[in-house]
């Protein structure tokens, strides 16, 4: 992870510098064409028209089929000069990712994930500071703290979406560098507060999860999160369009899609960050209640700011400025001490 780090820095750099002889190369082929010629163009005609040999009409008539003419001429060299530039670029990029060692390590299953020392250092500063940690399948734990204190962190060094500087993270005695991602990522998902959507329709957004999945499992599992009685109502029902990012729908249809999706991949750890922090109360409820009857038994770890949300969770870890403050049971915990800690 650091050696692809350290590359993509190297990278950069040569972007930058490439970027700048591009504008360069191109605002003055830009002058070039659309000034001096655009210009002297003009200024023929003007000649002709002068001597009665053209006509103005049929001049800006020339002049609007040139100009068309030129920006197909001038789009197709700036493709080609793309082409040319980038693939040294695009050379170094594979010969980069071939060099890099192959994660042969597959998952079959889950059975405990553990954190030792781990530090995370962002723009110079440590946002997670020796952290250790263990959880074992099963457990529901909830984290909370702080805004700032590292908790969205944690989660995302957990699934290797941040590099760490230090220390290790192992999922089941492996070290997450040996794990091979696919895998992980079929045993882990990662639920954000505003869930990633396809453009496309509700069917195409459900198969992302495994494209062999029926209709009647796509079926089962939206009734399985009470959307079904919404998309049923609906023209083209599955089919349905739901636009950027899922725009045309609620965010809390949006979320029950997302939820969705997360049964037909059948994860064994959920790792939830803020899923309900824009809601009212009672989709707020609603959506705890659905992750409570569809992941009975699963591993889930939750970021949470409200206090109906953790009360059936085994655990809490309370972070302050990237340091495990607490690793307590709800039982130790009094409603005004865990609203104190999430100030």
Not at 90 to 96: A, G, R, Y
Request: with cysteine; aromatic share 8%; charged share 20%.
């Amino acid at each position: 992870m650091k050696m692809v780090n350290q590359n993509w820095m190297q990278l950069s750099d040569v972007i930058l510098k490439k970027q700048k002889i591009t504008f360069m190369s191109k605002a003055f082929v830009s002058f070039k064409d659309y000034v001096i010629l655009e210009m002297g163009m003009y200024f023929i005609g003007g000649l002709l028209i002068f001597n009665e040999k053209f006509e103005i009409v049929s001049l800006i008539a020339f002049m609007s089929y040139f100009k068309i003419f030129l920006a197909c001429v001038s789009d197709i060299s700036d493709n080609i000069f793309d082409y040319r530039q980038n693939l040294p670029l695009l050379n170094n990029v594979l010969e980069m990712i071939s060099t890099l060692e192959r994660k042969q390590t597959k998952l079959e299953s889950f059975s405990e994930i553990t954190m030792e020392n781990v530090t995370v250092t962002l723009s110079d500063t440590d946002i997670l500071n020796n952290v250790n940690l263990t959880i074992k399948s099963g457990e529901q734990i909830s984290v909370i703290g702080q805004n700032g204190s590292g908790k969205s962190t944690l989660l995302k060094a957990m699934m290797g979406i941040y590099p760490i500087s230090s220390g290790k993270i192992s999922i089941n005695g492996i070290s997450l560098d040996e794990i091979d991602e696919q895998s992980l990522y079929r045993l882990i998902r990662y639920l954000p507060q505003n869930p990633h959507l396809l453009r496309g329709t509700i069917k195409d957004n459900l198969l992302i999860s495994n494209p062999d999945i029926s209709e009647n499992e796509l079926i089962a599992a939206c009734k399985k999160v009470n959307l079904w009685s919404y998309i049923s109502k609906l023209p083209n029902k599955l089919d349905t369009q739901i636009g950027d990012s899922g725009m045309k729908i609620s965010g809390g249809q949006r979320q029950r899609l997302a939820i969705a999706r997360l049964i037909l991949s059948k994860p064994e750890v959920l790792v939830l960050d803020e899923i309900t922090s824009s809601m009212d109360e009672e989709n707020s409820h609603s959506i705890q209640q659905l992750l409570t009857d569809n992941f009975n038994g699963k591993t889930i770890i939750q970021i949470s700011h409200k206090w109906n949300e953790i009360i059936n969770y085994s655990r809490v870890l309370v972070l302050h400025s990237g340091s495990i403050l607490n690793n307590i049971t709800l039982n130790e915990l009094s409603k005004e001490e865990y609203l104190n800690m999430c100030k």
